[in-house]
């Protein structure tokens, strides 16, 4: 079992910067595809960014150039680093770890609210 928390979600004004959290408990992340997804209210659950078992990181077009997605495998921890934050950024920001179908865990997600 795979066991995530995601942290560092807030209030925060237009322009300015969050870093997000997600701390694993169980597997090595380093073992997973692990993605950030976001959730605005009424809208479908976004792929954010994805982080590969290589090292490779794919963004949505939206955020790309603004935010990077980033793995402390000391720590078994994923990070993304949100700048020049917009209004439309505002959702609820999920972490996944994704090894197969049967195998995929989501952590409980952190507000992120852009506004001024």
């Known amino acids: 079992q795979v066991h995530l928390v995601e942290s560092g979600g807030g209030l925060v004004q237009p322009g300015g910067s969050l870093r997000l959290s997600c701390a694993s408990a169980g597997t090595r992340i380093g073992s997973a595809t692990m993605n950030w997804y976001r959730q605005a209210p009424g809208k479908q659950r976004e792929l954010v960014a994805t982080l590969t078992t290589g090292g490779s990181s794919h963004y949505a077009d939206s955020v790309k150039g603004r935010f990077t997605i980033s793995r402390d495998s000391a720590m078994n921890t994923l990070y993304l680093q949100m700048d020049s934050l917009k209004p439309e950024d505002t959702a609820v920001y999920y972490c996944?770890?994704?090894?197969?179908?049967?195998?995929?865990?989501w952590g409980q997600g952190t507000q992120v609210t852009v506004s001024s």
């Open positions: 996944n770890a994704h090894w197969s179908m049967d195998y995929d865990f």
